[in-house]
């Protein structure tokens, strides 16, 4: 799992909830505990949240926000 957290830390996704632009950074995931750790900044306002860690057939996901989207981590990108 160390592998996996390396190669996501601060990986990056923005999300768009119909309002306005949502900005995620993976700062842990742990696959023992199924928990992911995620940094949000959501108009400005920086937060830090947990979430339940799912598997599907396509990968690792979490659902957010009032819909429970589904948001996967494969989806998340590594920005230099």
Known sequence: MDEMNARLYLSEFSYHNGDHDITMNIIDINTV??????????????????????????????????MLEKIAVNDFEHID
């Open 33 to 66: 505990k199924n928990e992911i750790t995620v940094a949000i900044t959501d108009e400005g306002k920086h937060s830090r949240y947990t979430f339940d860690l799912k598997s599907d057939n396509s990968g690792f996901f979490f659902e957010y926000g009032k």
